[in-house]
Structures are given as C-alpha cells and as structure tokens.
C-alpha cells in the first residue's frame, strides 16, 4: 500500500516525549495512509525502546532506523532518504501532530497535486504546559494557487511546510549534519515549486521553553560554529542557482535574511571584547561579500544601524542591552 504521507522524525534522548509524538499519530483514523520514520541518532536513554515498542504494535505505520550521533540534519537526510508517501515533512521527536485533524488533512494531500501544502501550527510552552498563539496563513483555504502569486503570505517556518516527496528524490536534496539544517529543509526544495494549497487547521504543535532546544541562548551560543556554516552554504547555495521565479528568489532571500540576522544577535550575546568586536565587523563584511540583497536586508534592523552609524563605538552598549533581553 503507498503510503500518503511520510513523516520524518528526529529522535536523541527525548524519553516519553518521542511516546507523545508517536502516539497523535498512530492513534489517528488514518494511520495506514501514514509511514513514521524515527530516526534514532545514537540516544543513550530509552528513546529507541519507546519507539521500537510502537512499531511492533503498528508495523505498517513506524519505522524505527537506528543510527549513530550525527546531528539533526542527518535524521533529516535518513527520513527522505527511507521515505515512500507522495508528501513528506518533518516532526521533530519532541514535537507532535494535531490528532483530530489528520484525517481531513491527509484526504487533502490525497486530492491535491501541489508542490507545497502549507497548514497552520502552534506555540506550546513546556514550561506553562500550555498552548500559545496559532500561525495562520493568509492564503486561498484548499485551493491550489500559483506560487509567486502568494509566496509573500506563506509562512517561513518549517512546522508549515509539506512538500512533494519527488522534490527531495529528483533533486538529491540532501541537507546538512548539524543543527539549524530546518531552513536547509524549507528552502532547497523552493526552486522546484511552483504551486502552493493552504490546509487551514493546525497540524504541528511545537513546544518551545524546552531546556536544550537548539533556539535557546545558550544553545545558540554553543553551536554558533553549526549557525554560521549552514548560513554560509545558504548563501553559497543561493549565489549559484539559476532561473529562479520572482517568489523563489524573493523568499530566498528573505528567509537567509532572517537567519543572517540571528547570527549577528548570536555574535552579540558574547562578551564584549576586542576579538570578540573583531568577529562582529568581520561578520558584516563576509555577508556583503557573498550578497548584496542580504547584507541590504542585515543593515535594517536596529542592531546593525546601532553598531555601523557609531562605528561600532555602540559595540559594547549592543551586547549589554542583548543580554539583559536574553536574561
């Protein structure tokens, strides 16, 4: 039987949350039409226990591949490289699915033959344990629409983002071994598509407030290295494409925007010093050398024009107001 949808999911000593996850989708009505692949990168609790466990008591819906520590984009590359549905997307082993509205959701990706399903997720707070607001997209509800006609109303997130499994197939997309590789998963696959359906329920709830999580300051801070190297192959990655659509290359662009302003925030959490003040002017010049549009979109927001209108005499005074926020 093919399967309609390949879920991806990323799995390193997560313990009962991976349980939670399993469990909003295989206790749905349509989990026949559902292939789970866990990739468990080498966890050292009892994550591949947990899951083992649910694909002997649904053998036609999980998948459990065992691995060594590599890092999250590696899951990433083990899920499209095992996936077999007409749609694939990710579900972070932490994360799970809106239960009640898979089934209306995978009778879409049935009936549609678009290249990308956008569908709404939620914030939840692990701390409060409690649902936060809704990302909503501002779109045509179940119709298939040209891309460049919407692209600046879809969300740049990758909990939205549903595309055709052949994308990654066809074109080899293979992302990086490390953190942060989620922008690698929304973007590579954009040159190929050129049309958008908007599912208009939630699908993913994404908790936040987690100790670890790779978006925490701390985190950032430590795996900065792991930011900056998949920033770098985004833009290298961007500089050699060609006959890209005015809504490729403008969401491109946009979405490398925002990550090259969170590497600049990231650089400005350290402590302020004169290498560290080094780093930050050497950053700026490396983002104008390797595009314009970027480094255009990276002079906007306050911080650069604090740094670059005094000069970076503002160096100090940014670091310190970035902490106290971070605090």
């Known amino acids: 039987m093919k399967k309609t949808l390949s879920v991806s999911v990323a799995a390193y000593n997560l313990g009962d949350m991976v349980l939670t996850n399993l469990k909003s989708m295989c206790e749905s009505k349509v989990a026949d039409d559902i292939e789970i692949i866990v990739t468990d990168d080498g966890s050292k609790d009892n994550t591949p226990d947990i899951v083992e466990e649910y694909a002997k008591k649904y053998p036609n819906t999980v998948k459990l591949i065992r691995k060594n520590n590599e890092g999250p984009g590696s899951t990433v590359n ?3 490289k095992n996936a ?3 749609y694939f997307r990710m579900i972070d082993g932490d994360d799970w699915a809106q239960t009640e509205n898979l089934e209306e959701y995978v009778t879409l990706l049935k009936n549609t033959d678009a290249d990308l399903v956008i569908s709404d997720f939620v914030y939840y707070d692990n701390q409060a344990q409690k649902c ?3 990302v909503k997209a501002t779109l045509p509800v179940g119709k298939v629409v040209s891309f460049d006609e919407v692209y600046r109303n879809v969300p740049q997130f990758m909990h ?3 595309f055709k499994t052949d994308i990654f197939k066809k074109n080899n997309i293979v992302l990086d071994n490390c953190f942060y590789t989620d922008v690698e998963y929304m973007l590579f696959p954009m040159p190929f598509v050129s049309t958008v359906v908007y599912f208009d329920k939630t699908i993913y709830i994404y908790r936040i407030a987690r100790a670890g999580q790779s978006v925490s300051v701390d985190s950032m801070k430590r795996n900065i290295k792991q930011h900056d190297l998949v920033l770098n192959h985004l833009l290298d990655w961007y500089n050699g494409l060609q006959n890209l ?6 969401l491109i662009l946009m979405r490398i925007s925002e990550m090259a302003k969170s590497q600049l925030n990231t650089l400005c959490l350290f402590d302020a010093n004169k290498d560290n003040k080094k780093k930050v002017k050497d ?4 983002i104008k050398m390797k595009n314009k549009m970027v480094y255009k979109n990276l002079k906007t ?5 604090l740094l670059r209108w005094s000069g970076f005499l503002g160096y100090g ?5 970035l902490k106290r926020r971070a605090k």
Do not use: C, D, H, P
């Open 301 to 305: 927001t306050k911080l650069s024009r």
């Open 132 to 134: 936060l607001n809704t």
């Open 245 to 250: 659509t005015i809504g490729q290359k403008n």
């Open 78 to 80: 083990s899920g499209i």
């Open 317 to 321: 005074l940014a670091v310190s107001m």
């Open 283 to 286: 950053y700026f010049e490396n």
């Open 84 to 86: 077999t549905g007409k």
């Open 160 to 162: 939205a983002m549903t």
